[in-house]
């Protein structure tokens, strides 16, 4: 079992930034793979960012690529999403997934573990 938490997140404006945070516990954070979703109101779950267990592989929305990292530090059980240039299509829930195969899939199906999520509102 893996048990997540998000936070970070927040109401900003247009052009501004937010990092997200996912606190891990659980089990071995270092073996599994992490990605960040969204989920605006009336719209389905999106794949926003996904990196590998071991760093070596990360993967991006297209709409994010450019404006949004995602990283980990496993000595502290944590991933980040730092999002920059922030527009109001950015707006919604957001949520940090572990996937034990270790890999950073795109497809949500891939991902075991789901934390509640986090609003970001992005106002223009």
């Known amino acids: 079992q893996v048990q997540l938490v998000e936070s970070g997140g927040g109401s900003v404006q247009a052009g501004d930034s937010l990092k997200l945070s996912c606190t891990a516990s659980?089990?071995?954070?270092?073996?599994?793979?992490v990605g960040w979703f969204r989920q605006a109101p009336g719209k389905g779950r999106e794949f926003v960012a996904a990196?590998?267990?071991?760093?070596?592989?990360?993967n991006y929305a297209e709409s994010v690529k450019g404006r949004f990292t995602i990283s980990r530090d496993n000595a502290k059980n944590m991933a980040y999403l730092q999002m920059n240039s922030l527009e109001p299509e950015d707006a919604a829930v957001y949520y940090c997934?572990?996937?034990?195969?270790?890999?950073?899939?795109?497809?949500?199906?891939?991902?075991?573990?789901w934390g509640r999520g986090t609003q970001v509102t992005v106002s223009s």
């Open positions: 659980g089990r071995t954070f270092s073996g599994i793979a």
């Open positions: 997934a572990a996937n034990v195969n270790g890999r950073s899939d795109t497809e949500a199906d891939e991902y075991d573990f």
């Open positions: 990196i590998s267990w071991n760093i070596h592989s990360t």
